[in-house]
């Protein structure tokens, strides 16, 4: 009997698949070349309409057009798409933050409004609804994974409030589970314990991994979970690329690191990824506790714009008022470093963190060097950064020689290669993975965080900088980026030299750099 079902379920989907065929081949050839016509037509004039950047703008026009169907679906999943609805969630948790934090539109002091050009450049985010640069307390610059979570670590034990984190990947290793765990204890503790991590990003924490943290008092969100099954776009693309530690609204970190073994030499199964991270104590820690909050607000909300005030409203901590405490000024005789935050995401008009990138570039008069592990620039900072090579600036790049992306590598070997070119020296770090995202600028400006050099970082995710406005700072990162020059190897052009498969894969790779 069932070797009868299985011959007759298999005649009929014989049957059918031929009379699917009979129906094909009955369609006129014209039929298909109108359809591609319409679809053409169609889906560059809805390119056209985003009014996207023009290289960005082809290069979807290219792959929508070469091939139709595969394209539609990258675009729909993948498409630089605006948030939309989103944007709206964005929106009113911003704007409901900045009823409850202070605010931060003072005036530029005198001791930093002296130098004019840092003045300027300060300014080319406060017009963007950025905080101004404030005086810290103290930073300190950590070059390590294992350094940067032992003082992470020491911080989250000393919290008697609050221990806020935001993060881009948290990994159910040994480095996540340490950190759950002290969560929890600390949980236990009377503390309020907030965690934000990207559902992308941090994929791998199943809802088991965070149990032990819910349950002890914690609480745990999500950051944009994609909703594969239901009828619309996900926006996979929208992830939230920070990396952000509050321990009381008064001391705070941000930079490169994420949690996870492969940031650090002992967890790890071997040498940790080099990279940079930054604690700030004083003033500046509120703006990076503000960005914390519109992302945690938003993360807490829905879709339904009717119910969204209604949800921030009750989603609103109750220690709200604790999270903004007053903090003790600089004593006169030790002035600290003046720290700007600037953040940026895909929800603003104006992509702040990729116009301060492009302005310092612009204004440097002496060095640019600049470390970074995804070197994919768009057109302005690639023409930013060999104009100022012309100018006479020393401009020096230092990326990694093992990557995590062949992909992006593929990519960015071009444009280190153009750059090159155009007499702008460039380095690959040989040891191990670098993850360091770093500028130095002339002798007063660093800057430090999540951000990338590439159209992801700029366009895409949501992130965040500490631009330093401090020589002893900037000495330090550049004692770094000369020690890291010393086990590197200085490139060289060698385009003519390279096998015609390789030239013609990283072509291809450069093609897509926008979409990147």
């Given at each position: 009997?069932?070797?009868?079902?299985?011959?007759?379920?298999?005649?009929?989907?014989?049957?059918?698949?031929?009379?699917?065929?009979?129906?094909?081949?009955?369609?006129?050839?014209?039929?298909?070349?109108?359809?591609?016509?319409?679809?053409?037509?169609?889906?560059?004039?809805?390119?056209?309409?985003?009014?996207?950047?023009?290289?960005?703008?082809?290069?979807?026009?290219?792959?929508?057009?070469?091939?139709?169907?595969?394209?539609?679906?990258?675009?729909?999943?993948?498409?630089?798409?605006?948030?939309?609805?989103?944007?709206?969630?964005?929106?009113?948790?911003?704007?409901?933050?900045?009823?409850?934090?202070?605010?931060?539109?003072?005036?530029?002091?005198?001791t930093l409004a002296s130098r004019r050009w840092l003045t300027s450049l300060a300014r080319v985010a406060t017009v963007h609804g950025d905080a101004p640069p404030k005086e810290a307390l103290s930073v300190k610059?950590?070059?390590?994974?294992?350094?940067?979570?032992?003082?992470?670590?020491?911080?989250?034990?000393?919290?008697?409030?609050?221990?806020?984190?935001?993060?881009?990947?948290?990994?159910?290793?040994?480095?996540?589970?340490?950190?759950?765990?002290?969560?929890?204890?600390?949980?236990?503790?009377?503390?309020?314990?907030?965690?934000?991590?990207?559902?992308?990003?941090?994929?791998?924490?199943?809802?088991?991994?965070?149990?032990?943290?819910?349950?002890?008092?914690?609480?745990?969100?999500?950051?944009?979970?994609?909703?594969?099954?239901?009828?619309?776009?996900?926006?996979?693309?929208?992830?939230?690329?920070?990396?952000?530690?509050?321990?009381?609204?008064?001391?705070?970190?941000?930079?490169?690191?994420?949690?996870?073994?492969?940031?650090?030499?002992?967890?790890?199964?071997?040498?940790?990824?080099?990279?940079?991270?930054?604690?700030?104590?004083?003033?500046?820690?509120?703006?990076?506790?503000?960005?914390?909050?519109?992302?945690?607000?938003?993360?807490?909300?829905?879709?339904?714009?009717?119910?969204?005030?209604?949800?921030?409203?009750?989603?609103?901590?109750?220690?709200?008022?604790?999270?903004?405490?007053?903090?003790?000024?600089?004593?006169?005789?030790?002035?600290?470093?003046?720290?700007?935050?600037?953040?940026?995401?895909?929800?603003?008009?104006?992509?702040?963190?990729?116009?301060?990138?492009?302005?310092?570039?612009?204004?440097?008069?002496?060095?640019?060097?600049?470390?970074?592990?995804?070197?994919?620039?768009?057109?302005?900072?690639?023409?930013?950064?060999?104009?100022?090579?012309?100018?006479?600036?020393?401009?020096?790049?230092?990326?990694?020689?093992?990557?995590?992306?062949?992909?992006?590598?593929?990519?960015?070997?071009?444009?280190?290669?153009?750059?090159?070119?155009?007499?702008?020296?460039?380095?690959?770090?040989?040891?191990?993975?670098?993850?360091?995202?770093?500028?130095?600028?002339?002798?007063?400006?660093?800057?430090?965080?999540?951000?990338?050099?590439?159209?992801?970082?700029?366009?895409?995710?949501?992130?965040?900088?500490?631009?330093?406005?401090?020589?002893?700072?900037?000495?330090?990162?550049?004692?770094?980026?000369?020690?890291?020059?010393?086990?590197?190897?200085?490139?060289?052009?060698?385009?003519?030299?390279?096998?015609?498969?390789?030239?013609?894969?990283?072509?291809?790779?450069?093609?897509?750099?926008?979409?990147?």
């Amino acid at each position: 009997m069932p070797d009868l079902l299985e011959t007759r379920l298999a005649q009929t989907f014989r049957s059918a698949a031929a009379t699917a065929q009979q129906v094909w081949d009955a369609i006129p050839g014209g039929v298909f070349i109108a359809l591609y016509v319409a679809w053409v037509a169609g889906s560059v004039m809805f390119i056209v309409m985003q009014r996207r950047r023009p290289t960005a703008t082809l290069a979807w026009i290219v792959g929508f057009i070469s091939t139709p169907l595969f394209g539609a679906l990258i675009y729909y999943f993948f498409g630089p798409r605006k948030l939309r609805r989103r944007k709206i969630r964005r929106d009113l948790a911003k704007r409901f933050a900045l009823r409850i934090a202070p605010t931060h539109r003072e005036q530029l002091p005198a001791t930093l409004a002296s130098r004019r050009w840092l003045t300027s450049l300060a300014r080319v985010a406060t017009v963007h609804g950025d905080a101004p640069p404030k005086e810290a307390l103290s930073v300190k610059v950590f070059l390590e994974g294992d350094s940067t979570y032992e003082a992470i670590e020491s911080a989250m034990r000393g919290a008697r409030q609050q221990i806020h984190l935001e993060y881009y990947i948290f990994e159910p290793d040994a480095v996540g589970t340490r950190w759950r765990d002290l969560l929890a204890q600390r949980a236990r503790e009377g503390v309020a314990v907030r965690l934000l991590v990207d559902a992308l990003g941090s994929k791998n924490c199943k809802s088991r991994f965070w149990r032990p943290l819910i349950e002890a008092g914690g609480e745990v969100r999500l950051f944009n979970p994609p909703r594969l099954f239901k009828l619309r776009a996900s926006l996979l693309n929208f992830r939230t690329h920070r990396k952000i530690v509050v321990i009381d609204g008064a001391l705070a970190f941000t930079g490169g690191v994420n949690v996870t073994a492969g940031s650090s030499s002992s967890a790890g199964t071997g040498s940790g990824w080099r990279d940079t991270h930054l604690e700030i104590a004083g003033a500046a820690a509120h703006d990076l506790q503000l960005i914390f909050l519109e992302d945690w607000l938003y993360a807490g909300t829905g879709n339904a714009r009717h119910r969204i005030m209604d949800e921030l409203l009750m989603n609103s901590p109750d220690d709200i008022g604790s999270w903004f405490p007053p903090l003790t000024p600089p004593q006169p005789s030790a002035h600290g470093p003046w720290v700007q935050i600037i953040a940026s995401g895909p929800d603003e008009s104006v992509p702040a963190i990729h116009r301060f990138f492009f302005t310092a570039i612009s204004s440097a008069r002496r060095r640019i060097w600049i470390t970074t592990p995804y070197f994919v620039p768009d057109e302005p900072i690639l023409t930013a950064l060999v104009t100022a090579q012309a100018r006479g600036v020393d401009v020096r790049i230092i990326l990694p020689r093992l990557g995590d992306s062949r992909f992006v590598a593929a990519a960015a070997s071009t444009f280190a290669e153009e750059v090159m070119r155009e007499g702008v020296s460039v380095w690959e770090f040989t040891p191990r993975m670098i993850h360091a995202k770093t500028i130095v600028i002339d002798d007063e400006l660093s800057i430090i965080g999540t951000a990338n050099i590439d159209n992801r970082s700029f366009r895409l995710n949501f992130e965040v900088v500490a631009a330093i406005y401090d020589a002893r700072i900037n000495t330090e990162l550049a004692a770094v980026f000369e020690n890291d020059r010393g086990h590197a190897l200085q490139l060289k052009p060698d385009h003519g030299k390279e096998p015609f498969g390789v030239r013609l894969v990283k072509s291809a790779a450069r093609l897509a750099s926008p979409l990147l």
